[in-house]
């Protein structure tokens, strides 16, 4: 446990942190090779579920974001790809800046966002179509229509999370005759389909057996060479294993807050903060 001083002294300085005013968020051009995030805030309403938030994602890697429930990380997540334009009375504020993307273009067009930015959920949520009709709806809804090109990106995708050998003569079936884990890969394929530059996931292995749980973190770790994969879990062992950069979010007065980021070694055996020192005792 923490000592009163030492906490008392974090969240005064991590209260030091402004809050931003607006509903904008704003996607420009940031430094190469990097998702940058400056003054990140989140509210539903009148509530303010994140504050403050300052961080750059390094490209081809896995920073995981970790803390625990409800100060703010799947709320800090879905704005990478603007799920929570989709949320009544979310409002966001401050700026998420993309290196390889036109940040004028992306605030007209949310759809070309999320084409870049895919999405793993908690849950497999496989939609109640065959196997080939859940990869081939998200070709499709991105205007994606010749035969050849579809049928070829999805053996690519399937290939790529290693379902392609188990599903090839049932593509035709139904997906929700999959096991648990044959779902969340489908749903891995069906991110990959479109060929993003950023995967996010939120907890993918928290709904997973033991080795489903195995196979999706491999498939983290084969993935983050060609891609940038921004994680949620509460694993702390996971996070350990598959992330390269840590960011460890705290509730500090209601309200989340980034306290901590860094190399994940550095993070886990040598954590600046005592909320994170004690925090990661669990680990």
């Known amino acids: ?36 995030i400056q003054d990140l805030s989140v509210s539903y309403g009148k509530r303010v579920v994140v504050e403050g938030v300052n961080l750059r994602v390094p490209r081809n890697s896995v920073t995981a974001l970790i803390g625990p429930s409800g100060c703010g990380k799947s709320s800090l997540l879905h704005c990478l790809n603007r799920l929570n334009d989709l949320v009544p009375e979310c409002s966001v504020s401050g700026s998420i800046s993309f290196s390889w993307m036109d940040g004028k273009r992306l605030l007209k067009d949310p759809t070309q966002l999320r084409r ?11 939609f109640p179509f065959s196997i080939r009709k859940n990869l081939e709806f998200a070709l499709r809804q991105h205007g994606i229509k010749a035969r050849d090109e ?28 999959l096991s648990g884990g044959q779902q969340q890969r ?12 950023v995967l996010l996931m939120d907890e993918p292995c928290s709904a997973l057996d033991p080795i489903s749980t195995q196979t999706i973190e491999a498939l983290i770790s084969t993935l ?16 350990r294993r598959v992330a390269e950069q840590v960011a460890v979010f705290w509730k500090v007065e209601g309200v989340g807050r980034l306290i901590e980021c860094g190399k994940a070694r550095e993070v886990f055996e040598r954590p600046r903060h005592e909320l994170t020192q004690a925090y990661l005792q669990f680990a």
């Open 186 to 197: 489908l749903c891995l394929a069906r991110a990959l389909v479109l060929g993003p530059e």
């Open 224 to 239: 983050s060479q060609r891609r940038t994969i921004v994680l949620v879990t509460h694993s702390l062992s996971q996070a």
């Open 1 to 36: 446990m923490t000592n009163k001083t030492g906490a008392a002294t974090l969240e005064s300085s991590v209260r030091a942190v402004p809050s931003i005013a607006g509903t904008v968020t704003h996607l420009n051009t940031a430094a190469e090779g990097y998702i940058e």
């Open 150 to 177: 579809i049928d070829a990106r999805i053996e690519a995708s399937l290939k790529e999370v290693g379902l392609w050998d188990e599903v090839n003569d049932r593509l035709d079936g139904p997906a929700l005759a």
């Open 116 to 126: 870049q930015v895919g999405m793993l959920f908690q849950r497999p949520n496989p």
